[in-house]
């Protein structure tokens, strides 16, 4: 599931930068002589069978609700999605509605394949934060649900040794938490205190860790500018992030060789685990009602974890663009947002849809991802240079973890990404 969730950030940076200020045209719309304008759709969901089904009910109900539009989709293996939409601008071929990678949406408004929603205020006010795709503060995507990051642990060992139940109102702080991996890992006869699934790669990086290195206080840019990293990834916060990253290693608090299954926890080998929503259902019938979901400690400046899905945008070329657009709202009823909780597990991006759930609502066994969303969620920047940023901050924090010099494996990523940026002229900022 969590290549679903935090997957597929842009695959080829420079096919984005060369396509960058060209716009296409065609392709997306077609007129019958006596019968509705057709809109193209496309998504990413052919590998989620239930993720589809519930899109194509979402297209076959809006096409029965109205006769100006028919909306006909086709649907890609998410590994070659990308691609196929960098291809489709470069050829002037983009459909008129896309899903997209919240991370990539300001790459793909920059490079021109995006439009501005214009959405009623309204409606975007109902949505999670980190639903909601922005690039230089103009809204370009809104997604259906979101991920969220906790700590998964278990009442009877933390009650075992003394160790304080955080709330998200009391989270733990630096010390409880290091002193609860120190203590767990001493005397509960763990391999390791911490699960951090460091056997994933690609977007789980960023996604999962530079929340922790953003509670330190430090950033993977200057969000005030979106012009440099410099003093933000390698100012004095990062390195502290930086030197306590590297200790969890160093002394054996968690394994820098993680199996890619994540099954630690399950086995009893980890006493905690930082994962996300997506693995609750395997914990819980590990563990039952023995399971915890904790939120994220506070590591000096409030807690963080990631933000952003999956969200759909029209597209700039798209020549029916109103049509699209009454479908997208069409598609943000409730009802729809709850139904693609139910089938996929995720949490849905408003509280009337999540009041339709079993897990989601208040009271629901999922309850508190979809507080620890609503309270602690950061997305990633909104920048078109997050994907130099997420393959830099990765770089980064790998040779952290395996013993390189902290200040120097920031530096570098540093000036990896601030080449990036003034190579390509700021991006817009």
């Not at 399971?291 to 506070?298: H, K, S």
Request: aromatic share 10%; hydrophobic share 40%; glycine share 10%.
């Amino acid at each position: 599931m969590r290549r679903t969730l935090i997957g597929g950030i842009i695959s080829a940076v420079t096919v984005s930068a060369l396509v960058a200020g060209c716009s296409s045209s065609g392709g997306s719309g077609e007129t019958a002589p006596d019968g509705p304008r057709t809109i193209k759709l496309w998504t990413h969901a052919a590998g989620n069978p239930e993720e589809l089904a519930t899109v194509q009910k979402v297209i076959n109900d809006f096409n029965a609700s109205q006769n100006a539009y028919k909306v006909v989709h086709e649907a890609f293996p998410q590994g070659a999605y990308n691609d196929a939409v960098t291809g489709a601008a470069v050829s002037g071929k983009l459909p008129c509605l896309l899903d997209v990678d919240g991370p990539a949406v300001p790459n793909w408004a920059w490079a021109k394949y995006l439009a501005p929603l214009d959405l009623p205020a309204a409606t975007v006010g109902k949505l999670l934060p980190s639903t909601v795709g922005r690039y230089k503060d103009t809204i370009y995507a809104v997604g259906y649900f979101d991920a969220a990051i906790g700590l998964y642990a278990r009442r009877s060992v933390l009650t075992k040794h003394d160790i304080r139940i955080p709330t998200i109102d009391r989270p733990w702080t630096l010390a409880e938490f290091d002193g609860a991996l120190v203590t767990l890992k001493n005397k509960g006869k763990y391999d390791y205190a911490l699960d951090l699934g460091t056997g994933g790669g690609g977007e789980w990086w960023p996604y999962a860790f530079s929340p922790l290195l953003e509670s330190f206080g430090g950033d993977l840019i200057d969000r005030s500018s979106m012009t440099t990293a410099e003093g933000r990834l390698n100012g004095p916060e990062a390195v502290k992030w930086g030197e306590w990253w590297q200790s969890l290693f160093t002394r054996e608090l968690a394994n820098s060789r993680e199996a890619t299954d994540r099954v630690a926890f399950l086995k009893g080998e980890a006493a905690l685990a930082w994962n996300g929503n997506w693995g609750a259902a395997d914990a819980q019938k590990a563990y039952g009602d023995d399971l915890l979901f904790l939120p994220p400690p506070d590591l000096g400046k409030g807690p963080k974890i990631g933000g952003a899905s999956w969200q759909w945008s029209i597209t700039n070329s798209c020549p029916d663009q109103d049509g699209a657009r009454k479908y997208l709202e069409f598609s943000l009823n409730p009802k729809y947002l709850a139904e693609f909780s139910d089938k996929i597990g995720l949490i849905p991006a408003t509280e009337e849809a999540a009041a339709l759930t079993e897990k989601y609502r208040t009271g629901g066994d999922l309850r508190a991802f979809s507080d620890f969303s609503r309270t602690f969620a950061l997305v990633r920047p909104p920048t078109p240079a997050y994907p130099k940023i997420s393959s830099a901050f990765e770089k980064a924090a790998q040779d952290i973890m395996n013993g390189a010099p902290v200040k120097t494996s920031l530096d570098t990523a540093v000036d990896q990404i601030d080449g990036d940026i003034s190579s390509n002229g700021n991006y817009g900022f």
